[in-house]
């Protein structure tokens, strides 16, 4: 398995955005769905977007609307464009990649911090 490498977390006030990215390394080739989950405090990490090598796209329900993934397979990476940001919206994001057989790896983590 390769190695993720997430960036662009960071504070924010309430109604501001912010962009993360994941670069993937390794045997990219071999990859299929990249995307993001999350895990605030105290809670289950959950789905908030994917998408897969051909462009077919899933949001989790909390953040459709407001947030959109994107990914340059050329480069390799995978985008989350985060608008219209609510506190609820603060958790450490993780990258996520699975491969076309079905291995999945994860990145170390970024935190997002929305104020209000």
Known sequence: QGQLV???????QAGGSLRLSCAASGSIFSINVMGWYRQAPGKQRELVATITRGGVITYGGSVKGRFTVSRDNAKNTVY???NSLKPEDTAVYYCRSVTFSGDGSWGQGTQVTVSS
């Open 6 to 12: 997430e960036s662009g977390g960071g504070l924010v």
């Open 80 to 82: 989350l464009q985060m």
